[in-house]
């Protein structure tokens, strides 16, 4: 199937805006389109004049009208953004920015003291705070004469760096052109189409994070509809805002639909102007699915894709059937095949499990600074994902762990999520995460992490899960918690739970 319109940038997407419609809504704030462009450009220009083009901008900054100007401003001034989490720490804000060589930093202002001495030991040049305490970045807002500049970046350009989100190791910058971003955002619209200018899509995950960015931000210009963005997540306010602002579409990883779910009056709330929630990040729950469509009557579409994927690769698609554990089919012009996870180069059958494999033209051009890296990720045309997944036979792909969080238990390869769905369908779970830990006899045991949903044991669970798994696959111990450790996206954190298996 052809894609709809694929611009050349996001910049010329948003060019083709205007207007009077909402563009930017938050904290009781607001901008349209023309105000948007305005503003967008104002800033562009800014970031030109100090020597932005062709060099990259570091952006560190919560949910905000402001971050959004600057994501495109950036890319706008012919500058590769790279989006930073603003609640790293030193330490990891050193090595991302050391890393990522900008020339410009532009910072939340309440994050002053952490971000500007590092700026100032690697040598950054220019460093601009906005919000309270700094810039406005939304002054150039009436501005007539404000606006984009006349040269935009060209299609083979790099737009974004974007840092994987690994709970291990030193974080790895991708390298994304704007030919890759936009043809993304048109194979996404052809999954999940947009109805127009009425549509309000509400942005909760973090705007640093790739989620959000393509789901939310690029979306919401593509159909010059409104981007409702709220700077923190409380399940009162999104509750509140869904029905207030009447939003049609609720971009949310699993963590906070429990969030959302496990809210006091959830069920009592008027959600009828939802059209559908694209869930992504973290793997989604089959039991939560179908809760959250019980309850709500709005369909869950789940997706797959990574950073290096630019990233959206599968998606349940709008208007089809839902089919719960699958994370759908691919986008338009987009391969996935399932390889056997020792080579990489035998291609399995309908319902053997493997190493996922893609290509097409959203893919990464690679690693930042990183060749091997780059050459292990991207063979022969492939990317390989490191993600475990197999099709049925009718062409729906499910992930089924990461390939590095596969146990290997008595000389049987087990993988977690499938302990976490068995967990996740008991009555008494609310969250579960399952993580392998080193044992002298079997090679690893299987530890699995538990936060009750009203009252329950572990002696149940561990009788749940022999009624539902092999006996290869039954946790050695299910440990009872209060709070699952989370990263600072919203996934769970196996490499805390790991360390917290081998201390125990």
Known sequence: MSLPKVYETVVHMLAGAGGDGDALLCDGDKLTYTEYIRCVGGFAEELIALGAGGERVA???????????????????????????????ERELGIVLADADPVI?????????????????????????????????????????????????APETLATLQYTGGTTGIPKGVNITHRQLSVNISQRESAW????????????????????????????????????ILPRFHPATVLDTIEAQRITRLPAGPTILHGLMGFDGFAARDFSSLRSVYSGSAPLPEETLRQWQAITGCPVLEGFGQSES????????????????????PLPETEI??????????????????????????????????PDETAATLRGGWLYTGDIGEFDGAGN?????????????????????????????????????????????????????????????????LA??????????????????????????????????????VAR
């Open 59 to 89: 952006l560190i900054c919560g949910n905000s009208i402001h971050m959004a100007i600057a994501s495109f401003a950036g890319h706008a001034a012919g500058a590769q953004i790279v989006p930073v989490n603003p609640i790293y720490t």
């Open 105 to 153: 930093v532009v910072y939340d202002a309440s994050a002053a003291e952490l971000v500007e001495p590092i700026a100032k030991r690697l040598g950054i040049t220019y460093q601009i705070a906005v919000g309270d305490g700094g810039r406005a970045l939304d002054a150039w807002r009436g501005d007539t004469l404000a606006r984009l500049p006349d040269k935009l970046p």
């Open 193 to 228: 189409p947009l109805s127009g200018s009425d549509e309000r899509i509400l942005c909760v995950m973090p705007l640093f994070h790739v989620f959000a960015s393509s789901v939310c931000l690029h979306p919401a210009v593509y159909c010059r509809g409104a981007m409702v």
């Open 310 to 329: 630019g990233p959206v690769l599968t998606v349940n698609w709008d208007g089809a059937d839902i089919v719960p554990g699958s994370v759908g089919k």
């Open 337 to 370: 095949e399932i390889v056997d996870v020792e080579t990489g180069n035998e291609v399995l059958d309908v319902g053997e499990q493997g190493e996922v494999r893609a290509r097409g033209p959203q893919v990464m051009s690679g690693y930042r600074d990183r």
């Open 397 to 461: 792909l499910y992930i089924r762990d990461r390939k590095k969080d596969m146990v290997i238990t008595g000389g049987y390869n087990v993988y977690p999520r499938e302990i976490d769905e068995v967990l996740y369908a008991h009555a008494g779970v609310a969250e579960a995460a399952a993580v392998g830990t080193p044992d002298e006899y079997r090679g690893e045991i299987i530890v699995a992490y538990v936060v009750p949903a009203g009252a329950t044991d572990a002696e149940t669970l």
């Open 464 to 501: 749940h899960c022999a009624q539902n798994l092999a006996k290869y696959k039954i946790p050695a111990r299910i440990e009872i918690i209060a709070e699952i450790p989370k990263t600072t996206v919203g996934k769970i954190d196996k490499a805390a739970l790991r360390k917290m298996a």
